[in-house]
């Protein structure tokens, strides 16, 4: 008889105990993370993704500011200006705010009383951003996620956690537009293509010389990630087999160099 009291003493204990730990380690249900993007800070505004995993629950709305970090510290220099649902989010509607602190508030909300988003991995949402000219050259500004709220489709809050993503300004191989006066830093538009790509094959060949803003993305890291060779102050068709790659939206040694992304 004392044996069975012992017994159910310590088995209650180890329950409370493992409750306890429970509560104070929640499984993470769903997470959210600001896609790692690489941009010119010039007259263009900047498009990030949002990518939610929410493979194993349906969510039915969330809240989430996105804040700026340099080198660890709180910053300022990019301001959210509208925003744009996805393939799976067609049903909603999304809406971002500049808060006071610098963080970009963002809202998604279903048209439809039993919208949901299905099951699935990543971008439900993209942010525009303006950047200012207070964003410094060849840094990255880390996109932390915060204050982050998730319902599940009947509305109940899910436990969520966010991951870091990143907006770098390395403008590699973004070389049109041209800088608007020789000796501006306002080349390029964000986005990698075929007139990156005819540009790039003119200063491979001569036919044009770059300077000013052009001549510091000419010259990008060659090579197939991970075995990445930093620019060798030559500019041939190994560097337009990278710019190549990033039109394509194949890996490419500029995210990978610069930032350790492989698509």
């Excluded at 995993?53 to 804040?67: H, K, P, S």
């Amino acid at each position: 008889m004392y044996s069975f009291f012992l017994c159910a003493i310590l088995l209650s204990l180890t329950s409370a105990a493992q409750e306890d730990e429970g509560a104070q380690n929640p499984v993470v249900q769903v997470t959210i993370k600001p896609d790692d993007v690489w941009a010119s800070f010039g007259e263009y505004s900047i498009e990030v993704g949002l990518c939610l995993d929410n493979r194993n629950y349906a969510v039915g709305g969330l809240q989430v500011d996105v804040c700026e970090e340099i080198d660890g510290n709180p910053n300022n220099c990019l301001s959210c200006i509208g925003c744009a649902v996805t393939e799976r989010t067609v049903i909603f509607d999304c809406f971002v705010n500049e808060l006071s602190d610098g963080c970009c508030r963002v809202m998604l909300i279903s048209k439809h009383p039993s919208g949901i988003v299905n099951r699935g991995l990543c971008s439900i949402v993209k942010i525009d951003y303006d950047p200012s000219e207070e964003c410094p050259l060849s840094k990255c500004i880390m996109l932390v996620p915060s204050n982050i709220k998730i319902s599940d489709q009947n509305g109940y809050p899910l436990i969520a956690a966010g991951l870091t993503g990143s907006v770098c300004n390395f403008g590699c191989g973004d070389l049109y537009p041209p800088e608007t006066f020789p000796g501006a830093s306002d080349c390029g538009n964000s986005i990698v293509d075929i007139f990156d790509i005819l540009r790039e094959v003119d200063f491979a060949i001569g036919k044009r010389v770059a300077d000013g803003c052009q001549a510091s993305r000419v010259d990008v890291p060659t090579g197939t990630p991970p075995n990445c060779i930093a620019p060798d102050g030559v500019i041939n068709i190994f560097d337009i087999m990278v710019i190549i790659d990033m039109a394509l939206h194949r890996q490419d040694c500029c995210s990978y160099y610069y930032m350790g992304i492989i698509y």
